[in-house]
């Protein structure tokens, strides 16, 4: 039994089918629409979520499978002092597969460990959201046709953004892709990621304090949410929530082919007004996380490709 916890789970070779899986799966819709019947998924979310957890229901949905969970711990047994792998052990009798979200670190791990079915991690805490990563790499792959030779800014809050850890991670095994970290001083990216991303792989990367010093070498802006239920006071929230915002005059030196990608939900860093420019993509990438989840689920439960 496969469970996705970091995106560092999966092989290249992994990913590069699970895009391509999504590719086929985003071509021909039809032909997927009952390889999950008679399965059920269920999204235990301990955190709030729209995205995510709607759209692995929708994955399941769009392939014949059923959906059952909760969405805050409130209305789960958790509230009442349940264990995580309590909670999970007991799920994993209910259903083929779960997707969990939680606000520590580490939780889906430990559930896997206690799970009769895949669990997949849906973000826990400020560490990991590998099927995050996956929708963004099928979007760089749709987008600008690679996943090497590029140049990726990732502007914002690279201190505590879990997709950010978890994407860099994954690109980290791709060729020639040249790092801009635009944060403030306060909102880097870990140590951990420093030493054990960069240092030992020998790749190195800028870091910068503003968008405008870099846009114009960007071939992808990785925009992000200050992550405020990650501060531990709000005074400095409120100092750093908009250092960055993206709005069309700081795009006039952007290249033609920029792709701006945002996990969502966004707050004020990117403006409205760059919704309609061709170059912002994350609404396409929030569509894509559709297509990837419905590829992961099909991998994990063992499925094969329809003929
Ligand atoms: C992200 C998350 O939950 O980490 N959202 C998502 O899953 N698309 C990003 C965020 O909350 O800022």
Known sequence: MRHLIDPMDLSVEEIDELLDLADD??????????????????????????????SFEAAMMELGGNVLGFSSSDSSSSAKGESVADTVKVVSCYADIIAMRHPKEGAPLLASLKSDAPIINAGDGGHNHPTQTLTDLLTIRREKGKLSDVTVGFCGDLKFGRTVHSLIKALSRYENIRYIMISPVELEIPKYLREEVFEQKGISYEQVR???????????LYMTRVQRERFFNEADYIRLKDTYILDMPKLKNAKEDLSILHPLPRVNEISVEVDDDPRACYFRQAL??????????MKLLGIEKPE
Not at 33 to 52: D, N, Q
Not at 288 to 297: D, P, Q, T
């Open 25 to 54: 799966i985003i071509a021909h819709k039809d032909k997927y629409a009952k390889v999950c019947e008679g399965k059920k998924l269920a999204t235990l979310f301990f955190e709030p979520s729209t995205r995510t957890r709607l």
């Open 210 to 220: 503003t968008i405008d010093e870099v846009i114009d070498r960007l071939d992808i």
């Open 288 to 297: 894509n996380g559709k297509y990837v989840r419905m590829a992961l689920i």
